[in-house]
Nanobody, 123 residues
Framework: QVQLVESGGGLVQAGGSLRLSCAASGRTFSGYAVGWFRQAPGKEREFVVGVTGSGGGTSYADSVKGRVTISRDNAKNTVHLQMNSMKPEDTAVYYC????????????????WGQGTQVTVSS
């Protein structure tokens, strides 16, 4: 079992920045890829960015490429999502998720999920 807890969400103005964190507990964290997904009201949950277990590989959705950076610290069992130049369309609940093996953009392939953290970007 892997337990995930997100933090760092909040209200930010367009053009601003936020840093989300995902804290993990349970099994050896470095064996799990971590993905960040988001879900806006009335929309499907979508992949935002992922990082491999070692932290050496990443994958970004086109909608956030160049504005978002993912990093992980396996010694502290945490993954961070730095979001810059934020837009109103970034408003959503952000979830981190973990799966053994590599990154997947498919939410159904992730075994463990956090409870989500709300991000609201005002125009």
């Amino acid at each position: 079992q892997v337990q995930l807890v997100e933090s760092g969400g909040g209200l930010v103005q367009a053009g601003g920045s936020l840093r989300l964190s995902c804290a993990a507990s349970g099994r050896t964290f470095s064996g799990y890829a971590v993905g960040w997904f988001r879900q806006a009201p009335g929309k499907e949950r979508e992949f935002v960015v992922g990082v491999t277990g070692s932290g050496g590989g990443t994958s970004y959705a086109d909608s956030v490429k160049g504005r978002v950076t993912i990093s992980r610290d396996n010694a502290k069992n945490t993954v961070h999502l730095q979001m810059n130049s934020m837009k109103p369309e970034d408003t959503a609940v952000y979830y981190c998720a973990a799966r053994p093996g590599g990154i997947s953009v498919v939410r159904g392939f992730y075994e463990y999920w956090g409870q989500g953290t709300q991000v609201t970007v005002s125009s």
